[in-house]
């Protein structure tokens, strides 16, 4: 595995992802991967070669294996961390179909043409839909392969011994699992984790609707008042002295007239003006 690809596309993942996502993601990486890798494979290395039964007849270990066995907790692990991933690479990819977008909009239109995106990395628009629906879809995922473990293994348990009498066992034979403690244990903390990662996929998801939602009420309430304050300065036209109201250019201020009187220069007495 090439451990720097791999921490470029934690840190992807990481950088679009909210509190929840990164909790989720380093739940994933440090409880579930890592110990897939370092030490489940090595438990399970021995299942079928310390799988003994008390009989000699050829074929019986094996058909009795493969009963209670049919799918391997290593194989089922391995897919399960497969498919729950691959909806973060999704949001990714869709960041980068945005980048490309906008880089192409530059190099047609000039350095400084309006943006397409506002912020490439923001989930608005089709890449909230994208990392809403890679939430579900990893819930869901986790939940199926949970329904797969308890219908194949009930109570996510193996038992010390198990009887067989499929053919070609010559009757019914006692079988033995090699270190079924230690597997039962590793099966426990493996299943408890994915429920912890069902609960924060959900959690998460039900942030992001919730935070939808009110961004939508905030906007419509804002709206609104712009309209209603619209409304009243259209209505709200300036009305003269006696009661006539005027529109727009029409409107003039009204100039008070002073009377003359006796003290203003240039006049004279009407007694004064007799001849």
Known sequence: MNWGVFEGLLSGVNKYSTAFGRIWLSLVFIFRLLVYVVAAERVWSDDHKDFDCNTLQPGCTNVCFDHFFPVSHI????????????????????????????????????????RLYSNTGKKHGG?????????VFKAGVDVVFLYIFYHFYRNYTLPRVVKCELPPCPNVVDCFISRPTEKNVFTLFMVVTACICVVLSLVEAAYLIGKRCREC????????????????????????????????????????????TAASPGTLPEEEALP
């Not at 897919?79 to 047609?108: F, G, W």
């Not at 890449?127 to 939430?135: D, K, N, P, V």
């Not at 304050?229 to 002073?258: N, R, W």
């Open 75 to 114: 194989r089922l692990w391995a897919l399960q961390l497969i498919l729950v991933t691959c909806p973060s690479l999704l949001v990714i990819m869709h960041v980068a179909y945005r980048e490309d977008r906008e880089r192409k909009n530059r190099e047609k239109n000039g350095e400084n043409c309006p």
């Open 127 to 135: 890449l909230w839909w994208t990392y809403l629906l890679s939430l």
């Open 217 to 260: 009420l905030l906007g419509s309430s804002e709206e609104s008042c712009r309209n209603r304050q619209d409304c009243t300065l259209s209505y709200a036209e300036p009305v003269g002295m006696a009661g006539q109201v005027f529109h727009g250019a029409d409107y003039k201020p009204p100039t008070a007239s002073i009377p003359p």
